[in-house]
């Protein structure tokens, strides 16, 4: 009688849906289903903080593609803060011998020359 009280302290339950565990001592769903829904939702919400970043990235490399036809070309500001360009998200920071600071998004780098003009280039890195 003891020994059934003592197991009975020991019985899991599914980590998912809250169900009663039976079976391998080390047995954490009680299905599939529930396993597969359980890492879902984890990954979704890890995930998510790295898609809407994405998505900023995709949208400002769009912008720059747009705007900038050739190999460099100087913007209005206002005309890419109207297009909604994030200036806070880029993927790297290049600086020239002249000591001018690219910010780079993907394969663009953008520089504010001042505060009504943005220069873009087309950035080639050699890796």
Known sequence: MLMNNVIAKFNKICHYCGAELKGRSDKKFCDDYCRNNYYYKINTQRTSYIKRINSVLQHNRKILHSLCSCGRVLVPKQEMDSLGFDYEYFTGLYKTKKGVDYF????YAFSVVNEKIVSIV????KV
């Open 122 to 125: 087309k950035y080639l890195n």
């Open 104 to 107: 780079v998004v993907y394969d």
